[in-house]
């Protein structure tokens, strides 16, 4: 789609009576593993069908833009660039290259500035005719020569600047100031002398980059771009980070460009996005930016009545005021047809996701394991190894790091770590901390500090290698993963783009392409994913029995390969994925109905509790109280169940699509999406069995959740993206009645995508002969005890679980695999005392005589089945005499199969189950772990469980049993 008559494209619509067009195009300036050659080559293919004619290279891993500016390409480098430079233009997309100097250059140095010019020069005669100088992200602080030569930070900057674009010829050029927004300018716009001197003293040709009033603007009007617009004495350009997501591993961007009216079109020289650091995912967020470029009216805000939209389009855009109600999505429904000069978003949306159904039916092949494309932060004070972007012969790995999470961090004393947000990003502050609505949210709830401009404690993490920028054409495997359990030192705070200059690609692992890989490293390695986690992850991997990371019963569904009979994605499936992962400050209308739907279940369960079939609620503050009948309970259970299917049904199909990168891009995402909204749903399952306290609304309703306050933060726009860590299932997991569970969404993601979506439902009776077979199949110290009771194969599932499934059958859950067999369960009695009193006198009476008591003879040992026997006949151990109040404590009990390889079951499963038991009126939980099982007691830790009182669980002591316990 090529720009039309009268748009923001052609010469008579500029602001500044230019003969220059208006830029709109792409920024590749992320922090995180850069594009490919092949990816950037499809990229201004696209650009020039949709009427887009600008990127800007600026990958902030690419060494040789940034950390090591100084240094010339090869000539196998060069080759690759030119190549790139050429596909540019031949696709009539200007090329600007970008470097980034700040970090270390001494302005006042001409042996600098000759470097520069140098570097610059090279790229000039591989066809280059458009440059870009940016200092954003770099501290402020000048060196003593500098001080002595200019007379200001912003002088400096200008100087050199000025030296070069005339050196150059005066080309095409952009300029990324170090004060890029409202909140940056120091004091203010109006006041601010670095601005000032910018605009005064840069060369007028020069464009102005400028990100709005925050790094990541909810929205950009008129009003906002007046003012640094008379100080910059040019209309800036827009670097729009609306879909950057290097800055929080868990969102993903798949809304239309939003926010921005195309009003504000003549007030600015130009628009260039800054998107997701998967390039699969930008297909709607640059073609939607496409659309709106060449649009004169916004179809979402007031129309003016002298307007030459028809009444009819009026009317059927919808009241204005549309715009923005709260509970519901913050745009009106998109109208059947519009002019195509009139932008919105819904709009815009369904064309582009129209358009994008033809990229998931392209051959693309992708292999090795999953690796995310967002950087975290090296161990303070690391440095990386100082080598380029693109091929040498020397190997080394940068910084795409794993993060640990944030309890962690706090454990260490880490707390007073400077991260960062989207690109162009913060530099380093020593500014003060501001008071947050929400108190520093982490993703399910808990205190994290939130500092000034959105600087986040960065979590340390393990290095990995990164993607050549130049040179490699895929994803490179893993190199080096780093262990759960690995001793982190503790440092103190550093600037982040001290940091940032060790993110260099790894030269001879960006060779190691998936196409080809090697033997990805086995290890464990963490995610945090709630938190507020810096991004990047790379998944805890632990082996498993034939390699494969597969059970046999799993590995004929689990793996994921391109199906000659895939089933085709549809345009509203499409729209539904788009709607859960949508804007940084709006979720989508699907979001919303799960997040509101969810919420209405909960609140109104009360309506299945025996003895009750209605329930009185209110819809709103002031409202009148309506009351709700069991039917309509259930009605809305029947639709949320439809919904979540439909949610695993969108993933299914993508996860077989022909185009493999697509489906890496999207896989991470959705499959974690799938696994949350599959939780909620057991647990609503469990609520429609009536099995809680009546008392339960005061135990449900969190402190900080979607409708206790984050969403009016979130939708105002007030504050940075990234103090609302991890999204749409960060907002979902904290409707989960549970205070203190952010460990428990630390987990690992398959190596490779995989439709293997575990269901964990309330047990039933037919379930207890696979319970029992699972309890077996566990029973020694995890692994399969098969053998040892081969005469009894009931016995070790009636000794471990047999009381669970006599007495709280309620409080019961079986997990499923999509073959429908039962591969794990976890069991929870809620009051201790009772349960070991039920125990005492009702079940090991019965139990006894079903299994006499076993006389050995004469020099004869016990088999381990004869043994469990004789210890039926024993008397139960006392509950532990340091525990107060054991009619507030529940007891669980948890079992996998070995053949599992989805480390997330166990940590799902026992969230759903503390969240059953705070509903029950429980707020302690009990396990009791024989000493000498070191994998169940591994496991148990790793569910946040912690020794009991005084008991240690490597300790010696007169019971073979520790007692490992956990609030909620």
Request: proline share 8%.
């Amino acid at each position: 789609m090529m720009a039309p008559a009268g748009s923001p494209g052609l010469e008579s619509d500029l602001p500044r009576g230019e003969s220059r067009p208006f830029v709109c195009g792409v920024v590749e300036g992320f922090y995180g593993r850069p594009w490919t050659l092949t990816q950037r080559k499809d990229l201004f293919e696209k650009m020039e069908a949709w009427g887009m004619g600008s990127y800007l290279y600026a990958p902030k891993d690419d060494c040789k833009h940034r950390a090591f500016w100084r240094e010339l390409y090869t000539v196998e480098e060069a080759d690759h660039l030119q190549s790139l430079i050429t596909a540019a233009s031949d696709r009539n997309v200007d090329f600007y290259y970008a470097i980034s100097p700040g970090l270390d250059i001494t302005y006042s140095n001409s042996k600098e500035v000759a470097t520069l010019k140098r570097k610059l020069d090279q790229v000039a005669q591989l066809g280059c005719k458009a440059f870009a100088l940016l200092f954003d992200d770099i501290e402020a602080e000048m060196s003593k020569p500098d001080k002595e030569a200019f007379q200001s930070f912003a002088a400096a900057q200008v100087s050199v600047t000025n030296e070069i674009y005339q050196h150059l010829g005066q080309p095409k050029f952009l300029f990324c100031p170090t004060q890029y927004c409202t909140t940056r300018a120091i004091p203010t716009i109006a006041t601010s002398e670095y601005l000032k001197t910018i605009g005064s003293k840069l060369a007028p040709d020069i464009d102005i980059m400028w990100t709005g009033d925050k790094v990541i603007p909810r929205d950009i009007t008129v009003p906002s771009l007046e003012e640094i617009t008379t100080v910059l004495k040019r209309p800036p350009v827009i670097w729009d980070n609306e879909h950057a997501n290097d800055y929080d591993q868990k969102r993903l961007y798949l809304g239309p460009y939003s926010g921005r009216s195309p009003d504000i079109i003549p007030k600015l020289r130009g628009v260039m996005t800054n998107p997701n650091c998967e390039y699969g995912a930008n297909f709607v967020a640059i073609h939607s930016l496409a659309a709106w470029s060449h649009c004169t009216v916004d179809g979402c805000g007031s129309l003016s009545p002298h307007d030459t939209v028809s009444a009819d389009i009026k009317l059927e855009l919808g009241s204005p005021s549309g715009c923005g109600t709260p509970d519901t999505q913050l745009v009106p429904p998109p109208p059947s047809h519009l002019p195509p000069h009139v932008y919105h978003p819904r709009h815009a949306l369904r064309s582009a996701v129209t358009d994008w159904l033809g990229e998931f039916t392209k051959v693309k092949t992708m292999w090795g394991p999953i690796t995310k494309p967002q950087v975290g932060l090296n161990p303070t004070g690391i440095l990386q190894p100082s080598v380029n972007t693109c091929i040498t012969t020397t190997a080394t790995t940068s910084s795409v790091n794993s993060p640990l999470p944030m309890a962690t961090l706090s454990s260490l004393g880490m707390s007073n770590l400077s991260g960062g947000p989207a690109s162009p990003k913060l530099e380093s502050v020593s500014s003060q901390s501001v008071v947050n609505p929400y108190t520093g949210l982490s993703s399910v709830g808990t205190q994290v500090p939130i500092v000034h401009q959105g600087v986040m404690p960065p979590l340390v993490t393990p290095l990995v290698p990164v993607m050549n920028s130049l040179v490699s054409h895929n994803e490179v495997v893993l190199e080096r993963p780093v262990s759960e359990s690995q001793d982190l030192k503790p440092s103190g705070p550093e600037p982040m783009e001290v940091l940032e200059t060790g993110n260099c690609t790894s030269p001879l692992h960006a060779m190691e392409s998936t196409t080809n890989p090697s033997t990805p490293a086995t290890g464990d390695m963490v995610e945090g994913n709630t938190g507020p986690p810096t991004p990047a992850s790379v998944m805890q991997v632990e082996p498993c029995l034939d390699g494969s990371g597969l059970s046999k019963a799993e590995s004929t569904t689990m793996l994921c390969e391109p199906e000659d009979s895939y089933s085709i994605l549809t345009v509203q499936e499409l729209e539904l994925i788009c709607d859960l992962f949508y804007l940084p400050c709006e979720h989508g209308p699907k979001a919303i109905e799960v997040l509101t739907e969810f919420y209405w279940l909960k609140t109104h369960a009360g309506v299945m509790l025996a003895d009750v079939h209605r329930v009185s609620s209110t819809t709103g503050v002031g409202e009148e109280e309506v009351e709700v009948g069991r039917p309509e309970w259930i009605k809305r259970k029947e639709e949320f169940v439809e919904l979540v299917q439909d949610i695993r049904r969108v993933f299914e199909k993508i996860c077989c699509v022909p185009n493999r990168e697509l489906v890496y891009n999207l896989y991470t995402y959705l499959w974690d999406m799938v696994g949350v909204v599959f939780m909620l749903l057991s647990y609503i399952d469990w609520l429609a069995l009536g099995q809680f306290s009546p008392k339960y609304k005061q135990l449900i309703i969190g402190r900080h959740t979607w409708f206790s306050g984050i969403r009016e933060a979130f939708q105002s726009g007030d504050h940075e993206p990234w103090v609302f860590r991890g999204g749409l299932t960060a907002d979902l997991q904290r409707l989960m009645p549970v205070d203190s569970g952010n460990d428990l969404f630390l987990y690992q993601y398959p190596d490779t995508p995989t439709s293997q979506v575990y269901n964990i439902r309330p047990y039933r009776v037919e379930d207890l002969e696979a319970c029992h077979s699972v309890a077996l199949q566990t029973w020694d110290d995890g692994m399969d005890a098969s053998e040892d009771y081969a005469t009894h194969p009931t016995l070790v599932g009636e000794k471990s679980i047999g009381p669970f499934m006599a007495f709280c059958p309620g409080l019961g859950f079986v997990f499923e695999n999509n073959l429908g067999q039962v591969v794990g369960y976890i069991f929870a009695a809620p009051n201790i005392s009772e349960f070991h009193q039920s125990v005492t006198n009702v079940w090991l009476p019965e139990v006894r005589c079903k299994f006499p008591l076993v006389e050995p003879g004469e020099g004869e040992l016990l088999t381990p089945c004869e043994a469990m026997i004789n210890s039926l006949h024993k008397d139960p151990e006392p509950l532990p005499a340091f525990i107060d109040g054991p009619d507030s404590w529940a007891l669980c009990r948890l079992a996998v199969l070995s053949t599992v390889s989805d480390a997330s079951l166990s940590r799902r499963s026992t969230m759903l189950m503390l969240a059953c038991l705070r509903t029950s009126g429980v707020l302690k939980v009990l396990t009791e772990v024989p000493k000498k099982e070191k994998y169940m007691m591994d496991l148990y830790t790793k569910m946040g469980f912690m020794p009991l009182g005084a008991e240690s669980p490597t300790e010696p002591g007169a019971a073979d049993t520790t007692h490992l316990f956990r609030r909620y």
